[in-house]
């Protein structure tokens, strides 16, 4: 799961269709998900215009795969 940053999330919230959602959100400190630990547990890094988010967003995030790891069931 990705997470975005509170700073991005509002800047959003400004425009449609998020300004006008009443949808209730849930901040990064309040998910019980988001482990609080910047980009390792998931907080993408985001590109945009600070003045005019509408114009686009650019988001990355480098990931690692273990090709070896197997499912043994116990975790998710």
Request: charged share 20%; glycine share 8%.
């Amino acid at each position: 799961q990705f997470f975005f940053s509170e700073e991005s999330v509002l800047a959003s919230a400004e425009v449609e269709p998020y300004s006008t959602s009443t949808t209730t959100r849930t901040t990064l400190t309040e998910d019980t998900i988001y482990d609080q630990s910047g980009t390792t547990g998931g907080l993408l890094k985001l590109k945009y215009n600070k003045k005019n988010i509408a114009k686009g967003v650019v988001g990355s995030i480098t990931m690692g795969v273990d090709p070896d790891a197997e499912n043994d069931n116990t975790t998710m």
